[in-house]
């Protein structure tokens, strides 16, 4: 029984880390073909993504890519966040309300050919 324990926990451990569950290698990703960075350019609106704890309390989550030379600049991220919770320590109840943004960096637009 120890051992069936000790394997049940080590493959816990495994996969513990992970966001997305699967065996073997990672799976080879190709680029897009015909990729047209202009089309891409603009505001995104987040619609669904895997489960992270810190995020949960974030809603309308968008990121906004523009085109400079030949980079691609993610020059904004905006997220409206509000969470709200009861916290049995000091028996209130909270809520928070805002808006974050931050800048992130360029990515080198690569031909495909």
């Known amino acids: 029984m120890r051992v069936f324990i ?17 065996y073997g290698r990672c799976p080879d990703v190709r680029p897009v073909d015909d990729f047209d ?10 619609f669904a993504r895997f489960y992270d704890a810190p995020e949960e309390s974030f809603r309308c989550q968008t990121q906004n890519y523009t085109v400079k030379a030949d980079y691609l600049l993610s020059n904004e991220s905006g997220v409206d966040s509000y969470g709200q919770g009861y916290s049995f ?10 808006t974050q943004a931050y800048y992130t960096t360029l990515a080198k637009i690569l031909s495909n050919s």
Do not use: K, M, P
Not at 6 to 22: H, P
Not at 89 to 98: A, D, F, K, P, Q
């Open 89 to 98: 320590l000091v028996r209130i109840y909270n809520l928070s309300e805002g």
């Open 6 to 22: 000790a394997l049940f926990i080590l493959t816990l451990a495994r996969y513990s880390s992970a966001q997305v569950y699967g």
């Open 37 to 46: 960075v202009h089309r891409y350019a603009g505001r995104w609106y987040e």
